[in-house]
């Protein structure tokens, strides 16, 4: 067995072809054995292995950097670089991280959790070594997905102009995490399909080498390469940009791999290298469901038994949009993830997935909007942070009307610092005319969406965690729920937690479902105590404890007011974890009023 504790970049070297294709082998069954019991990204892992053992068989980190986008396909690469006796800690609390971390080794040399980075921090790496007058390759990898994303051409667009020593790995898999969709994938598609190209370009080269008619045409025409596009009358976008381009290779053939890899490192100019693979590849299921195995749950690859939030908010949504027709959903790429593929297949004609561009499909969304139709993007906590921009100018100044539904709010678990859903409210409280809303369990989901679709006429959002909604207490609710005064202390809370509020002895629970604006009454309601405690899954600087506060005073409040709340940013470890870590607990709840 070559896969072991003893394998690194530096042993990789000295084996044969035939003994790499082995490891191949070894490392893609290594990782369908393992990754289900710690949880991870498996089909993406797969499908790149050859690729990651190729780009460690030509260049050597960490003096060589590859800076991986999004970073989930990264598995092969820790095992190469000393982390394979670690990796039953994969995605756990003091273990390593489910992505490229520079704190957790030095061959990861940039952190990667969020799509569509990699171009702009090679480019920054690799302009850094050049005036430190370092020596080494920088390399971008990125995926047809992530290149769906704006930051990536913001990035191509500065390479030709800033750096020589960059190579961009093109990871084409036709996928993002959902299928990759819009023009990008279609242009991709095409340069894939055009293998006549190629052919022509070979039989033009001959003709030019060998006759005299085609010395004589060379001569007006600077260069062979652009005598060959002007003969077939074919380019891309990349060598537009400024890029020499090679491929497409085939991504799961080791030594045309390696081949490619030495000629784009000896290429004393920037360059793209297109790699196609196959998502899942060697793994029947993964290939044949790469969305579902993209990320799979700890001990189980299959779906969750229990109804989600997601779920439970896309089937809410199809249920409203049976009856308006007004209803569209947007998502960026993230149609199962968010529950969409049900509307996504009953009403086509009113679903968007608009691929990895968060900015895009929120102003996307404001425009629908503009036009009066009634927008739900549905999106990751952690991804939303990258709409700010358009959430002030596009759908706050002119109030458009539009519902967010923000999903993986709070805590995540076990994929770490770049997931955790704990900034959308410091970031939605200070943008005018946003209203927010938490719910806590399958009954308030239904009825915050309900609101948010036709009680309010500016931004709305709903943030619902990831995992499990309970079915609730059908009850009838207003903006809170609040429990009747039996005690002088009152725990004030909101989102999943409120559960474990309800349940602490000796304490009242008012759990807030509209969480901004704060609600005047339950305001009033928490100042008539002596003693309140605001637990938050959620920043505590900019969270709603600091706004409750404010409005408490309002009131005239002269109690003992006590905060819990996150501070600073949360690694990897399962949520019960995460929370209990936080105080946010039932048990830390009743710690917190003990200890006070």
């Given at each position: ?26 490392i893609r069954a290594f990782l369908i054995d393992n990754v289900p019991k710690t949880g991870g990204h498996l089909a993406s892992n797969l499908g ?392 806590f369990d399958r009954n308030t989901l239904k009825l915050c969406i309900e609101k948010a679709l036709y009680e309010s006429d500016g931004i709305a ?136």
């Amino acid at each position: 067995m070559i896969l072991s504790e003893n394998i690194s970049s530096d042993t990789l070297k000295n084996l044969t072809l035939e003994e790499k294709n082995l490891l191949c082998e070894e490392i893609r069954a290594f990782l369908i054995d393992n990754v289900p019991k710690t949880g991870g990204h498996l089909a993406s892992n797969l499908g790149t292995v050859e690729l990651t053992v190729a780009l460690h068989s030509v260049f050597t980190t960490p003096e060589d950097k590859i800076v991986f986008d999004v970073g989930h396909q990264s598995y092969t690469h820790k095992l190469l670089t000393g982390r394979y006796s670690d990796f039953p800690k994969l995605r756990s609390k003091d273990g390593i991280s489910g992505f490229p971390r520079h704190a957790e080794s030095e061959h990861d040399a940039f952190i990667g959790g969020h799509s569509s980075i990699s171009i702009s921090a090679a480019l920054g790496i690799a302009k850094a070594m050049e005036l430190e007058g370092k020596a080494g390759n920088v390399i971008a990898v990125i995926g047809d997905g992530a290149l769906t994303g704006g930051q990536a051409y913001e990035g191509l667009n500065n390479v030709s102009k800033l750096s020589n020593n960059l190579i961009i790995v093109l990871n084409d898999n036709e996928m993002s995490i959902s299928r990759s969709k819009g023009s990008v994938a279609d242009y991709l598609t095409r340069m894939r399909s055009s293998r006549s190209y190629y052919d022509k370009k070979a039989a033009v080269k001959d003709f030019l080498s060998h006759s005299d008619i085609g010395k004589e045409i060379s001569k007006s025409i600077s260069g062979t390469k652009d005598l060959v596009k002007f003969a077939i009358y074919q380019s891309n976008i990349f060598e537009s940009l400024g890029l020499k381009y090679y491929g497409p290779v085939n991504g799961h053939d080791l030594g045309k791999l390696i081949e490619i890899l030495e000629i784009a490192k000896m290429t004393d100019e920037p360059c793209i290298v297109h790699v196609k693979t196959k998502k899942g590849k060697g793994y029947k299921p993964a290939e044949l469901n790469s969305g579902e195995y993209h990320g799979i749950s700890k001990k189980s690859a299959g779906a969750q038994k229990s109804l989600t939030f997601s779920e439970t908010a896309g089937t809410a949504l199809l249920e409203h949009a049976d009856t308006d027709d007004k209803i569209c959903a947007v998502t960026a790429a993230m149609k199962y993830a968010t529950g969409l593929e049900h509307i996504a297949k009953t009403y086509p004609e009113r679903f968007f997935d608009v691929g990895i561009a968060e900015q895009h499909a929120l102003t996307f969304s404001c425009g629908l909007a503009a036009e009066g139709m009634l927008p739900v993007f549905a999106v990751y906590s952690t991804f939303f942070q990258r709409c700010y921009d358009q959430l002030i100018h596009d759908a706050s100044i002119e109030k458009k009307h539009i519902v967010l539904f923000i999903d993986r709010a709070g805590f995540v678990g076990e994929d770490g610092e770049t997931h955790q859903g704990l900034f959308d409210v410091p970031m939605l409280t200070s943008v005018p005319n946003t209203e927010i809303y938490s719910p806590f369990d399958r009954n308030t989901l239904k009825l915050c969406i309900e609101k948010a679709l036709y009680e309010s006429d500016g931004i709305a959002a709903i943030r619902y965690p990831k995992g499990v909604c309970p079915a609730g207490v059908r009850r009838k609710y207003r903006d809170f729920y609040y429990s009747g005064k039996q005690n002088d202390t009152l725990i004030v809370t909101y989102g999943r937690i409120a559960h474990f509020a309800q349940s602490v002895e000796g304490a009242d629970t008012l759990a807030l479902l509209k969480i901004f604006p704060i609600n005047a009454e339950a305001a009033v309601t928490a100042a008539g105590y002596s003693k309140v405690y605001f637990f938050e899954e959620g920043m505590k600087n900019g969270g709603i404890a600091e706004k409750f506060l404010y409005e408490l005073y309002g009131q005239g409040f002269t109690g003992k007011y006590t905060v819990t709340a996150v501070e600073g940013t949360v690694g990897s470890a399962d949520t019960e974890t995460q929370l209990a870590e936080a105080g946010l607990d039932r048990e830390g709840m009743i710690r917190r009023l003990r200890d006070e």
